[in-house]
């Protein structure tokens, strides 16, 4: 007997693939691939979604033939308006998850754009066009795990100075984490990332790619490197790759509008989302996360090297490594080189984005995740991998010899590499496998 198919977040209703007028052109480009399971062959997305007319035009279905799949469709509330996300009278003055039974008064400032509710209306909508029974959908509240697990933490290394990434602590914790503990068992995980799980083979996909063998899975570089989103999921750990599907695999993300539009989805022509992880675009994003800090009780300011003070600064968390403050009355371009220097509140300012305190030689990470549980047998015994570094998600990457120090990873750069923030993700590669990744701890920069 087979077994169901799939658990799956709204964005696998949502999105869809580049519309072609031939199905042919649709399968050589786009194609799925005939794949399968634990012995269930997958529909392809012709299957899915596509019907060819007599004169090759492809009709819009009447509803999808899901085939032999059995979806629950689950959409995470992991953040909403309701939040307490700025200080009132009748809230407490500590930082807590306060719900109230209306929305905010208009005209507060920076709240969260991404109201929950529209998106709940949008996933049932959605569903109902495309056959999706209302007792298959649900809705999970992962708010208060989102809130433990990834916002708290990051506000904590906001204050203490440095720059936290909440989007691969969310893949992490929340979406791979707690979203995977309401999965019946037997059932997998299909999400939107743009990526590729669900072979024994090596199928080309634009956004990542999870390759299956007897051995386990492994996390793989996307053939389009302008999309490839393997840095946000380098903290995930091979056995949840292993239970995750990525039905968005091969398809170039500036063509999922186009066959939303075809097929008349409600949400086509609704504004993609962007910002932080489920928190969503900030225009003064400093100031979202003062209504979370503690209030300072020592000033900071901005300083050169030679401790001359320039201005004051509005707290450490509005900060960058390699940022440039843009402060009146200053000849050149300066960027920002140390937070947390002086006193431990002022930030050090350098001429130049190429001054040789920002150029890193040497970081270190000692909370740090192999995908295989493991690192690799090069580094057995005290023994350094040559291997492919980022430390940001749009870069290009660049060589570093890896070894363990003293229970830390060490990633020494030949070439020094500019603007690396403490707090923020190392991610290794050995040739397109990713292998894992690691909070910045500590870095040695040339001066």
């Keep these: 007997m087979s077994r169901p198919l799939g658990t799956t977040t709204r964005r696998f209703l949502v999105h869809a693939c580049h519309f072609r007028k031939s199905i042919n052109s649709i399968r050589r480009l786009y194609s799925t691939s005939h794949v399968s399971i634990d012995?269930?062959?997958?529909?392809?997305?012709?299957?899915?979604?596509?019907k060819e007319g007599d004169d090759g035009e492809i009709k819009h279905p009447v509803r999808v033939n899901w085939g032999p799949l059995n979806l629950t469709v689950l959409f995470m509330r992991n953040w909403d308006p309701l939040l307490s996300e700025t200080e009132r009278e009748d809230q407490p003055t500590t930082t807590s998850l306060s719900y109230s039974g209306r929305s905010a008064p208009v005209g507060l400032p920076n709240l969260s754009p991404c109201e929950w509710e529209r998106d709940w209306a949008d996933v049932r909508r959605?569903?109902?066009?495309?056959?999706?029974?209302?007792?298959?959908?649900?809705?999970?509240?992962l708010s208060r795990e989102y809130w433990s697990r990834v916002f708290e933490p990051a506000v904590a290394v906001w204050e203490?100075?440095?720059?936290p990434n909440p989007d691969v602590t969310c893949n992490k914790e929340i979406k791979f984490g707690a979203l995977m503990n309401h999965i019946k068992p037997g059932h997998y995980l299909a999400t939107g990332q743009f990526s590729l799980a669900w072979t024994q083979t090596d199928i080309a996909g634009h956004y990542a790619r999870v390759i299956r063998t007897p051995t386990g899975a492994t996390l793989n570089r996307a053939i389009d490197m302008n999309k490839d989103q393997t840095y946000y999921l380098s903290q995930v750990q091979e056995a949840q790759l292993a239970k995750a599907v990525f039905p968005l695999a091969g398809i170039p993300k500036p063509r999922v509008r186009d066959l939303a539009k075809h097929f008349a989805l409600p949400t086509a022509e609704r504004d993609e989302s962007m910002g932080v992880c489920f928190i969503g675009e900030r225009g003064r994003f400093g100031d979202f996360v003062s209504q979370y800090t503690s209030p300072t009780t020592t000033k900071g300011?901005?300083?050169k090297a030679d401790g001359e003070r320039?201005?004051?600064h509005r707290g450490l968390h509005y900060y960058t490594i390699g940022q440039r403050p843009r402060?009146?009355?200053?000849?050149g371009r300066w960027f920002i080189a140390r937070k947390g220097v002086g006193e431990g509140e002022d930030i050090l300012l350098v001429p130049g984005s190429d001054h040789p305190a920002l150029q890193c030689e040497q970081l270190w990470s000692g909370d740090f995740n192999w995908i295989a549980g493991h690192p690799p047998a090069e580094m057995d015994d005290g023994g350094t991998l040559d291997a492919l570094v980022q430390v940001r998600h749009r870069m290009r990457p660049v060589t570093g010899r890896v070894r363990t120090d003293q229970n830390r990873v060490s990633v020494e750069f030949p070439n020094p590499v500019g603007a690396v923030a403490e707090g923020q993700i190392v991610g290794i590669w050995r040739g397109e496998q990713c292998l894992g990744s690691g909070v910045i701890d500590a870095t040695r920069c040339s001066a």
């Design 39 to 50: 012995g269930i062959q997958l529909p392809t997305l012709e299957d899915l979604y596509l």
């Design 126 to 141: 959605v569903c109902a066009h495309v056959g999706v029974p209302e007792s298959d959908i649900r809705l999970v509240d």
């Design 160 to 163: 203490s100075g440095r720059t």
């Design 301 to 303: 300011y901005f300083v």
């Design 310 to 312: 320039i201005t004051e």
């Design 327 to 331: 402060l009146g009355g200053m000849d």
